[in-house]
């Protein structure tokens, strides 16, 4: 298996969660009521899955290798409109987090805010991840030979790995922290 067959796999993960998150988005505008307990699985679906675990991988490994190569001047600017899009998807996220909060304060008006935020994020990763399976991921493996692939893969496997531990790590630290005030 090439190392971009996960990455593939994970898109569409993220594609079915970005259709539940559409279809919350369509209630919030259409009936000024936001599911917030959605919206709240769905930021940490975004931000653990989508941005630390896809985006690391992405990034910390595939981006990092891929700088090494002396890639094409096509292929290094894709790449850094890649990682500039990433930094745009936590954007909104967090600004996702925000209009959630003011929505549970009691402001019904950012029910509009949320179903224009959340459309913005849908249509940015649909465009984002085409713009990888079709246009980055195959052509740049070109650079790797067969036993770069191969360790390629076993370090996404074990950036994986310790992504559990990391998740509820956090889990455990941000009560933590709540509890010191
Ligand atoms: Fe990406
Ligand atoms: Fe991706």
Redesign the pocket.
Known sequence: MMPIGP?MT??RL?ERMAKLLEGAAVNAGSEKRVDAVFIDRAVDFFRTY?DRT??GK?EDILFRELEKKGLSEEHERVMLE?VEEHRYARRKVGMLVEAREVYLAGDPGAANEIEAIIMELVGFYAA??TK??RHFFIPVMEYFNRDEQDAMLEEFREFDRGMIHEKYRKVVESYEDKKRG
């Open positions: 990455l994970e898109h993220i989508a896809h985006h992405e890649l984002h991840i990888e399976d």
